[in-house]
T-cell receptor
Framework: GAVVSQHPSWVICKSGTSVKIECRSL??????MFWYRQFPKQSLMLMAT?????????EQGVEKDKFLINHASLTLSTLTVTSAHPEDSSFYIC?????????????FGQGTRLTVV | AQKVTQAQTEISVVEKEDVTLDCVYE???????LFWYKQPPSGELVFLIR??????QNEISGRYSWNFQKSTSSFNFTITASQVVDSAVYFC???????????FGAGTRLFVKA
């Protein structure tokens, strides 16, 4: 299957600082990527859909000014958590969409564990 | 509305027991995909299976099997002869046309005791 890589795998930052998480499709081009957030012992919640060359589409309740998404190339989407606070501590996972002849598939990165102290 | 329900929050079994994880979904789309993922303590999502809405054939892969029934909107997952390494959280997920968003169920935490 296709490979999606996230970086970093984990990060600790101070409250009030910003953190950038990268999501790369390593062996395919992804016009669409998705960002999810997972709080401890909870499910994955879709935050936004990232489209290459255009603005991201955010799910209801997700602050677009706090979670900045940039999809500047067909292989890279970034999520920046601005002015992070302890309540933003979570596991963030991206996925990349690929359209194959037999259908569309999504491949997930390994996730980034963010801890804000 | 699109929805995935995993009613079992936690399941605990003894090694070598069979266990079935339930998944019920809701969608108005006629074309959709169903998935199962395993999430071990390390956090990454491990893809287990993908099934499209037009393929109701059940599937078996080693100790894993899946039962897809459109009539009951269910996509259940059975682990035969469970092992300690099967301990993880299992998510059922639904992707539908029009963007291919993936919606996850709440997950079922499986404990397999030696």
């Amino acid at each position: 299957g296709a490979v999606v890589s996230q970086h970093p795998s984990w990060v600790i930052c101070k409250s009030g600082t910003s953190v950038k998480i990268e999501c790369r499709s390593l062996d395919f081009q992804a016009t669409t990527m998705f960002w999810y957030r997972q709080f401890p012992k909870q499910s994955l919640m879709l935050m936004a859909t990232s489209n290459e060359g255009s603005k991201a589409t955010y799910e209801q309740g997700v602050e677009k000014d706090k979670f900045l998404i940039n999809h500047a190339s067909l292989t890279l989407s970034t999520l920046t958590v601005t002015s992070a606070h302890p309540e933003d501590s979570s596991f963030y996972i991206c996925s990349a969409r690929i359209d194959r002849g037999h259908g569309t598939e999504a491949f997930f990165g390994q996730g980034t564990r963010l801890t804000v102290v | 509305a699109q929805k995935v329900t995993q009613a079992q929050t936690e399941i605990s079994v003894v090694e070598k027991e069979d266990v079935t994880l339930d998944c019920v979904y809701e969608t108005r789309d006629t074309t959709y995909y169903l998935f199962w993922y395993k999430q071990p303590p390390s956090g990454e999502l491990v893809f287990l299976i993908r099934r499209n809405s037009f393929d109701e054939q059940n599937e078996i892969s080693g100790r894993y099997s899946w039962n897809f029934q459109k009539s009951t909107s269910s996509f259940n997952f059975t682990i035969t002869a469970s092992q300690v390494v099967d301990s993880a959280v299992y998510f059922c997920a639904l992707s539908y046309t029009g963007g291919f968003k993936t919606i996850f169920g709440a997950g079922t935490r499986l404990f397999v005791k030696a």
